[in-house]
């Protein structure tokens, strides 16, 4: 038997999604694979930047040597399911 | 409380957590706490002695600018690994036409003064290696720089390295090499500039400085493509095993480095040099048990030819456990040579 609830706060989805990417969507239940295979992502590059040090200055490098590219696409990224979490929101989720 | 929620908490708190390490590490890299507590504690006072060393065993430290050098840079974790000497770069970065600024170099020099003085006080034989890049250059990566730039850093590089071979003097360090990895590939100066530079520095750093003077090189593009080095003069050479290899290539490249290099010194009429073996991960950055395989196979392989014996401590490895009681044993078989 399914239990209608209330549904979350829109805001509450896109920032969740925003901070940490899929975990908005975990929040609202909807494109739940998604959201844990951005979650499994972010877990592992946090991972990475823990077990070497020297990945710190590879990054680093990295975003030097691409200048805005990586840091804008981030961004992008994150402004992206956070709307995307926000107007699932608002088109209607059902808690099960 | 929802399933969801509860969910969405757990994984936040986990991922969350995560941030803050992360955040705590990138904090740590950039904070010179470690580097400031050395200087502090060893500035000023009356030099050190110089010490006659016959076989240098101990740790090649990464670049003492950085912050990550600064995990294992205390005394007695290198007299507790049994390390009789340390040898360690340090930089000055070249601004983006080829010059340095001479507070730059002074803030370098001092620093590298106070570092001498940390390790020389409890005995420890200080190998100095100077070494630049461009600034904003962080060391990973090839990079080659435009003709006009190698033309300016490598001439206006000579008062600096002779700056820190005065330092050098005053302070009574066992070994001084002018340029750290002169011919490494991301300052692609070509052999032949390397070697004409090399020599064109050690006499002016023979009239400021009176220990040893060492021909510190990658070897590696000089090896694979049949160049030679003139190392007329010199004392000592050092190299470090290659990276980015498998195992058999690092340890026929590894053999080649040593038979090139006494050719070389032959050539040059220098039977008396002596040569330094850095063990090194074979890949960047490494892993601790890539660096027992290359110390076993430098230092069995060399033992009787080699004058010194490094392991290149490229991201703190040497902490790791097993890799240290690996060493530690090495430094006591090859200190009772």
Do not use: C
């Not at chain 2, 470690?34 to 740790?59: M, T």
């Not at chain 2, 032959?266 to 027992?292: D, R, Y």
């Amino acid at each position: 038997m399914k239990t209608e609830m209330t549904a979350p706060g829109p805001g509450i989805a896109a920032t969740l999604n925003l901070l940490i990417p899929g975990l908005g969507y975990v929040y609202i239940g909807r494109r739940v694979k998604l959201g844990y295979a951005l979650i499994a992502l972010n877990v592992l590059v946090l991972l990475y930047l823990l077990s070497d040090p020297f990945a710190f200055v590879g990054v680093f490098a990295l975003i030097i040597k691409t200048r805005l590219i990586i840091p804008a696409a981030a961004l992008v990224v994150g402004v992206s399911v956070a709307v995307d979490a926000y107007r699932l929101v608002l088109r209607g989720v059902r808690f099960a | 409380m929802k399933a969801n929620t509860r969910k969405t908490v757990i994984l936040g708190a986990i991922v969350l957590a995560l941030y803050g390490l992360v955040f705590v590490r990138i904090a740590g890299h950039f904070t010179t706490r470690g580097v400031q507590f050395l200087v502090d504690e060893d500035h000023g006072g009356a030099p050190y002695p110089r010490r006659k060393v016959e076989s240098y065993v101990g740790i090649w430290a990464p670049s003492l600018s950085r912050r990550e050098a600064a995990a294992f840079v205390k005394r007695e974790d290198f007299l507790a690994i049994g390390a009789n000497a340390i040898g360690f770069p340090v930089g000055v970065d070249y601004e983006s036409d080829g010059t340095y600024k001479a507070r730059d170099v002074q803030e370098r020099v001092e620093r590298a003064r106070a570092f001498v003085r940390y390790y020389k006080k409890v005995g420890l034989a200080v190998i100095m290696a100077v070494q630049t890049r461009a600034r904003g250059n962080i060391g990973v990566g090839i990079w080659n720089p435009p003709e006009h730039l190698k033309t300016a850093y490598l001439k206006n590089f000579e008062d600096v390295s002779v700056r820190f071979a005065q330092m050098a003097e005053e302070e009574n360090v066992e070994v001084f090499a002018p340029f750290n990895d002169i011919d490494r590939g991301d300052r692609y100066l070509g052999p032949q500039r390397a070697s004409d530079w090399m020599q064109k520095i050690l006499a002016r750093i023979r009239e400021v400085y009176s220990g040893k003077i060492m021909w510190k090189g990658d070897l590696f593009l000089a090896v694979r493509e049949g160049h030679s080095f003139d190392l007329a003069g010199y004392d000592m050479a050092a190299f470090v095993t290659p990276v980015s290899a498998g195992r058999p290539v690092v340890e026929a490249i590894t053999d080649r480095k040593i038979s090139e290099l006494r050719r070389w010194a032959a050539t040059a009429g220098n039977s008396n040099l002596e040569i330094v073996g850095i063990a090194g991960p074979t890949s960047f950055p490494g892993k601790p048990e890539q660096v027992i395989w290359a110390s076993d196979m430098l230092f069995g392989r060399h033992r009787d030819t080699l004058a010194g014996f490094m392991v290149l401590d490229l991201i703190a490895n040497v902490k790791d456990p097993k890799l240290y009681a690996h060493i530690q044993q090495w430094f006591a078989q090859l200190n009772e040579n």
